[in-house]
């Protein structure tokens, strides 16, 4: 891999920074709720897994076109990866509920593969600092997540634009 691919999968597309900003103002709500109620309403979670679906079966698509499949394969392998090791039932990176795990994968759907890796990477230090003030409106069982998610995600695009300009 060169350094001009290493930097696209460092960088965003106008396309990306759009879908991004759409898919934030979801997620500003659904982490007010979350920090409320600790939960999001089910048709947060239906919209992320279209986004997810539909950039997926987009991917799959790109890769008959255009025949370049590695970052594709990569970025989804990541995704997947990612959530399966996260979700409450496996539990090895995180101990997350379905609708943050979704949460997830649509944000790392938006990305290039190297900002999915960084977003999934990032989550655990973030997490590690929110914790202690997450769990004030948390309960017992667990404490919100989606601020952590929305913050990651704020911090990949800050990332991102810092990479490009570099």
């Given at each position: 891999?060169?350094?001009?691919?290493?930097?696209?999968?460092?960088?965003?597309?106008?396309?990306?920074?759009?879908?991004?900003?759409?898919?934030?103002?979801?997620?500003?709500?659904?982490?007010?709720?979350?920090?409320?109620?600790?939960?999001?309403?089910?048709?947060?979670?239906?919209?992320?897994?279209?986004?997810?679906?539909?950039?997926?079966?987009?991917?799959a698509y790109l890769i008959k076109e255009t025949g370049d499949y590695i970052p594709i394969i990569l970025k989804w392998a990541i995704i997947f990866i990612s959530?399966?090791?996260?979700?409450?039932?496996?539990?090895?990176?995180?101990?997350?509920?379905?609708?943050?795990?979704?949460?997830?994968?649509?944000?790392?759907?938006?990305?290039?593969?190297?900002?999915?890796?960084?977003?999934?990477?990032?989550?655990?230090?973030?997490?590690?600092?929110?914790?202690?003030?997450?769990?004030?409106?948390?309960?017992?069982?667990?404490?919100?997540?989606?601020?952590?998610?929305?913050?990651?995600?704020?911090?990949?695009?800050?990332?991102?634009?810092?990479?490009?300009?570099?």
């Amino acid at each position: 891999m060169d350094i001009n691919s290493l930097m696209m999968q460092l960088s965003l597309t106008q396309f990306q920074l759009y879908a991004l900003s759409f898919l934030l103002g979801s997620f500003v709500v659904a982490t007010w709720s979350d920090l409320k109620h600790m939960s999001a309403q089910r048709e947060f979670l239906e919209i992320w897994l279209m986004i997810a679906f539909v950039l997926f079966a987009y991917d799959a698509y790109l890769i008959k076109e255009t025949g370049d499949y590695i970052p594709i394969i990569l970025k989804w392998a990541i995704i997947f990866i990612s959530a399966f090791i996260s979700h409450k039932n496996i539990g090895i990176y995180f101990h997350l509920a379905t609708g943050d795990v979704i949460a997830c994968m649509a944000a790392a759907a938006i990305l290039p593969a190297g900002l999915a890796f960084v977003f999934f990477f990032i989550l655990k230090p973030i997490d590690m600092m929110l914790k202690p003030v997450l769990k004030i409106t948390g309960s017992k069982r667990g404490y919100p997540f989606m601020p952590v998610i929305l913050v990651s995600i704020l911090a990949v695009i800050g990332f991102a634009v810092w990479v490009t300009k570099i």
